[in-house]
């Protein structure tokens, strides 16, 4: 009946929208449910010739959640900015804001589209009258200290539950291979057995793929097809895995070392980059010549194989293009599947070659006496104080100080370089992975990525054949 009195009648429509919110608590506590809220405002806009152009609700919402996270809201403001609605209602202020400075945020944007509002149960509060300003603005303010306190004081339990390792948050928030678990009477987050071994494959094919979307790939496709690529994301930036939460270390049960997990954070902030042709050399920049030492170059060639058929077959190598087109010198193309054949056969025993290099080339360092800083300066202090004697001249003077003061840098330098030891951990974590089997398993841009993360420089003689092998470490 009322659209038809509305439609034959004289007077202008006021088209008013109703805007309804509880969040879940007091949804839970005090039966304040959106249909109650609808009713009243319906209710209200018949007994007052309202057109109801339209009902916005914000389930779940607290009055002080952030203004962008209130979709309702903004969804009303846009019917607003297109000048569909005259006024608005709302049971009570607190339902409407109870933050003052996004409140004059919205009022802003009604102002300029003159639309008012009204709090139903509340007639006091307004924007016409002074007494309606200043109790708006004593309720608002109320309202945000009153939500702030009990904001503090959530903050203050949470972190009490945090050191005590009790659990806060849901099922929905929980880490991947994580899950709720009774101990002592106390709600804890513990490794989830069925998920457990995803996870340490999930590690184990992350390092050696180096590779986001192949290890997301993988683990869908052979273990968990809900598996997505912003899990791969929320678990590589979580430091639930080592067990902490915020300042507690041990908040729940750690799936990898602090040192593994460090290595897996390199491996996710390392910046590869993507070829920029179509074909991927597995070795580019990584193959030194013997004769000038600069990198080889990558070619290839087709060749038909069938010639019925037409079936044909790419062949890579790698040549010194500087001597070769300056006519300096001239090694054989080295062939790319017998290059990464020996790898994957003697990478192990390159790997120890080196690791026995390193460790005497640290011996010999250990071994050779050097000046310290200390004794240096002492030395700087000595000619100074000859100088100011008069016992030498100043040419001399400048000589020697010139000359102790390259010394001291130099000592500086050895000794700040003989401090930081090799940490060959990541490397030796990729490489006793068992990584054959993963290898097989990778495109030509994760094998790439593979050789290029662990190989700092592969040497070859005059004759073509590899002498040795020089690792990354990190």
């Not at 919402?61 to 209602?89: C, G, M, Q, Y």
């Not at 306190?149 to 099922?171: D, M, P």
């Not at 080889?296 to 079936?311: D, H, I, N, Q, W």
């Not at 599947?337 to 080339?361: G, P, S």
Request: proline share 2%; aromatic share 12%.
């Amino acid at each position: 009946m009322l659209p038809e009195i509305l439609e034959y009648s004289s007077q202008p429509v006021t088209r008013c929208a109703l805007y309804i919110r509880v969040s879940s608590s007091e949804q839970a506590m005090h039966g304040k449910s959106l249909e109650a809220q609808r009713m009243y405002l319906e209710e209200h806009a018949v007994k007052n010739s309202y057109k109801i152009a339209g009902i916005y609700a914000d389930e779940g919402k607290t009055a002080r959640k952030e203004l962008k996270k209130r979709k309702a809201i903004h969804a009303l403001l846009e019917s607003v900015k297109r000048d569909e609605i005259d006024v608005i209602l709302f049971w009570k202020m607190d339902r409407w804001f109870r933050n003052v400075s996004d409140f004059y945020k919205v009022q802003e944007v009604l102002d300029q589209h003159h639309v008012k509002w009204f709090a139903v149960a509340e007639p006091n509060m307004n924007l016409d009258t002074r007494d309606g300003r200043l109790n708006l603005n004593i309720m608002l303010s109320i309202g945000q200290n009153e939500v702030d306190t009990t904001s503090e004081r959530i903050k203050f339990v949470n972190e009490a539950s945090i050191s005590q390792g009790r659990l806060i948050f849901g099922k929905c928030s929980m880490p991947y291979g994580y899950t709720s678990q009774n101990i002592n009477g106390i709600k804890k987050m513990v490794i989830d057995k069925e998920k457990e071994a995803i996870v340490h494959e999930w590690a184990r094919f992350f390092l050696m793929s180096q590779s986001k979307r192949s290890t997301a790939e993988h683990i869908r496709t052979n273990f968990d097809e809900n598996f997505t690529y912003d899990i791969m994301n929320s678990m590589l930036k979580s430091e639930f895995y080592i067990g902490k939460y915020r300042d507690n270390t041990t908040y729940c049960e750690p799936y990898f070392s602090s040192q593994t997990w460090d290595i897996i954070q390199k491996a996710a902030n390392r910046n590869v980059r993507k070829p920029t042709g179509e074909r991927v050399y597995l070795f580019t920049g990584l193959i030194k010549c013997p004769y000038c030492g600069r990198s080889l170059s990558a070619s290839y060639s087709t060749r038909v194989l069938y010639k019925k058929t037409g079936a044909r077959k790419t062949y890579i190598y790698y040549r010194c293009s500087y001597g070769t087109n300056n006519k300096l010198h001239k090694i054989n193309p080295l062939n790319e599947i017998k290059i990464e054949n020996y790898l994957l056969e003697y990478l192990l025993k390159e790997y120890a070659r080196y690791k026995t290099r390193c460790i005497r080339i640290d011996e010999i360092k250990k071994s050779k006496p050097i000046g310290t800083p200390d004794k240096i300066k002492k030395e700087i202090e000595r000619l100074n104080f000859l100088f100011q004697k008069s016992r030498i001249g100043l040419e001399k003077y400048e000589n020697e100080y010139n000359n102790l003061t390259r010394q001291l840098h130099e000592t500086e330098s050895v000794s700040t370089k003989s401090q930081q030891k090799k940490d060959l951990s990541e490397l030796e974590t990729v490489i006793n992975c068992g990584f054959h089997e993963i290898y097989r398993r990778l495109g030509r841009q994760g094998k790439q990525r593979f050789w290029h993360h662990i190989i700092k420089k592969i040497n070859v003689n005059q004759k073509n054949e590899i002498v040795s092998v020089e690792f990354n470490y990190f």
